[in-house]
């Protein structure tokens, strides 16, 4: 399979520029082999796509593009701390869905970031995860997605 940045290439994918941080901590930091993302939105330009519940206000269709967003300001961040042809591959992703009550979908959700993981790395794409529902999401997101990557 193609290195990542020449897979992204190949999918007519551009990465974002890195979000600044909105408090006291890094977008990425690497301990070892592994690199660490903090949790990060579907902003697109530094603006929130959406807002909402997922099940009410954001449907899942609508959810899953946006879980697509989040993972590719993870992998912004990644390449700009470790260069993102240095992984090895995708260790975990976490991803929380602010649910409206009973929605039970969080994993078709998260699909749209562990999707789009496969795309670009193939076998390597392949990874532990966590979907969770949740109350709230800062700034109103109806998504959040944060990974964890081995690098080389």
Request: aromatic share 4%.
């Amino acid at each position: 399979m193609s290195k990542p940045n020449e897979r992204l290439r190949e999918l007519g994918i551009t990465l974002p520029k890195v979000a600044a941080p909105a408090g006291a901590y890094l977008p990425a930091r690497r301990s070892g082999s592994l690199v660490f993302t903090a949790g990060q939105l579907p902003l697109v330009e530094g603006k929130l796509v959406a807002t909402g519940k997922v099940g009410t206000e954001v449907g899942v269709e609508d959810a899953y593009g946006h879980a697509r967003i989040c993972v590719l300001n993870a992998l912004a961040a990644v390449d700009a701390l470790v260069g993102l042809d240095s992984v090895v591959g995708i260790v975990k992703v976490v991803g929380f869905v602010a649910s409206a009550p009973g929605f039970s979908g969080q994993p078709a959700v998260i699909n749209g970031a562990s999707e789009l993981l496969g795309e670009v790395f193939g076998e390597a794409g392949l990874h532990a995860r966590s979907a969770v529902g949740v109350a709230e999401l800062p700034l109103n997101a109806p998504v959040e997605v944060e990974i964890v990557v081995e690098v080389s």
